[in-house]
């Protein structure tokens, strides 16, 4: 059971979407704190509060096919001290919405999380206008805004629970489908802002977020038994703000950074963490890897992850290129500083 009991178990896990753990979770919170509403676009069924509406009817509001007014309601039940829990599609959150999200939320700093769910391409078959690949770099653009990246349900359900005494918005991204499960358990210690270090390694260091982070696990496994290399894998679930010193540490001990996430690469987490290495002054092979410069195409998840290189076949080849590539070893970075 994830941490404050809710009703699921590891067992039942394994049969239910990061969104359906987050419906659960959401539930218990509001059996906890009576200042927990939840909002929604029309979008109940599909983003998995439908059970908040259950339990707790005079506290849930579906205001229609209008995400404007959804954030411009929520940021007004924040300023009432209400913790509101917006739901809706990620493409919603960020783009449609985006101009309330930053100036009726973020402007004020209000106590709004935003779940937002069908991220980057993990909603294949409804086409490009239903995928979205640009959330990440929209909302770490805005002041007061944290961005958390979850890699499996049950991150998501530690990533719910935290945002609720974090202040401020908080903006949670999720996939829609059955992703693979990384963590094997809940017994891990986990803080907003504090990436995980899921595999220790000396050789290079991959970064990951969402369900990278599981292509990334199981990539290193295969290439230490079959290229005998250390490869070292980080969660970074928190892009904003984000974990300098785990990113710092991995260019200083393996001086090999490739970034994977299920995001457009102009912008997303990649280029937080390449943002990271530039102000540290210090040099390393890096690349980032997710979707390049374009509109993505239509397809199964799984086959739109192997398209983009961003799913284990794609993080060995990556790997294996940059192990190619040639940094200086004896360079002196502390006369840089």
């Keep these: 059971m994830v941490e404050g009991s809710v009703t699921w178990s590891l067992s039942d896990a394994d049969h239910m979407t990061a969104a359906e753990i987050y419906g659960e979770m959401l539930v218990r919170l509001g059996e906890e704190r009576e200042e927990v509403v939840a909002l929604t676009a029309d979008l109940a069924r599909s983003t998995k509060i439908g059970k908040f509406e259950e339990k707790f ?166 290439l230490k038994d079959d290229d005998g290399l250390s490869v070292r894998v980080i969660d970074l ?29 102009i912008g997303g987490m990649g280029t937080a963490v390449a943002d990271v290495i530039a102000e540290s002054g210090k040099g390393c092979a890096f690349k980032k890897v997710g979707i390049p410069d374009e509109f993505s195409i239509v397809g199964y998840p799984e086959d739109l992850y192997n398209h983009f290189k961003i799913d284990s076949e794609g993080v060995i080849e990556t790997v294996r290129e940059v192990m190619g590539k040639e940094y200086e070893e004896d360079e002196d970075w502390e006369d840089e500083m």
């Excluded at 009817?57 to 229609?64: A, S």
């Excluded at 991995?250 to 457009?264: G, K, M, P």
């Design 237 to 265: 679930h928190t892009i904003k703000p984000i974990d300098k010193e785990i990113i710092v540490k991995a260019v200083t001990e393996t001086r090999r950074i490739v970034t994977f996430e299920d995001h457009n690469i």
């Design 57 to 222: 009817p005079e506290r849930f509001f579906n205001v229609g096919i209008a995400e404007q007014n959804l954030f411009g309601i929520g940021a007004g039940l924040a300023l009432a001290g209400y913790i509101p829990f917006i739901s809706t599609f990620a493409v919603f959150a960020s783009l449609r919405a985006g101009e309330q999200v930053r100036t009726d939320i973020c402007y004020q700093n209000l106590n709004c999380k935003i779940i937002a769910t069908h991220s980057g391409v993990s909603f294949g078959q409804a086409g490009s206008t239903h995928h979205c690949t640009e959330d990440i770099s929209v909302m770490r653009s805005f002041a007061n805004m944290t961005v958390i990246v979850p890699a499996d349900g049950i991150e998501t359900a530690k990533a719910v629970r935290a945002c609720i005494d974090w202040p401020g918005p908080v903006y949670i991204r999720i996939g829609r489908g059955f992703e693979p499960w990384v963590h094997k358990d809940d017994k891990y210690d986990y803080k907003i802002g504090k990436g995980i270090e899921m595999v220790s390694g000396t050789d290079i260091t991959v970064i990951a977020c969402g369900p990278s982070v599981y292509a990334a696990v199981d990539a290193a496994k295969t």
